[in-house]
């Protein structure tokens, strides 16, 4: 069985507890009828996935890459993810200006890894 190369290990970790995190913060939007305290419950529920991948993605990765470096790769992976599930989960679309300021966050993503 092949193995998983520890660069890239920390980054599918991240973008899988990425996807639990969303779900956590922004998939109650879909169901404003439900009790808050409901929702804050499940939101906890789906978000310890979230630390069960994050946390060890993290101390992994700090083999590979520097914190900066880790803390930018989850920003970038979190806007992507959030980019899918807003359009395609919560059926709003993206416009101009959130590409704009995603554009600008990859040039600051850009410059994290930049070796100067």
Do not use: D
Request: net charge positive; charged share 10%.
């Amino acid at each position: 069985m092949p193995t998983i190369s520890p660069a890239i290990l920390p980054i599918l970790m991240l973008f899988a507890s990425n996807c639990f995190m969303t779900f956590a913060w922004y998939g109650h939007l879909r169901f404003k009828e439900s009790p808050l305290v409901l929702v804050i419950m499940v939101s906890w529920g789906i978000a310890l996935f979230e630390y069960w991948l994050a946390v060890p993605a993290n101390r992994w990765g700090s083999a590979v890459y520097t914190p900066a470096q880790l803390k930018t790769i989850q920003e970038v992976i979190t806007l992507i993810v959030f980019a899918g599930f807003s359009a395609f989960y919560l059926k709003e679309p993206l416009g101009w200006n959130q590409a704009v300021g995603f554009a600008f966050i990859a040039v600051g993503a850009f410059f994290i890894f930049h070796k100067g």
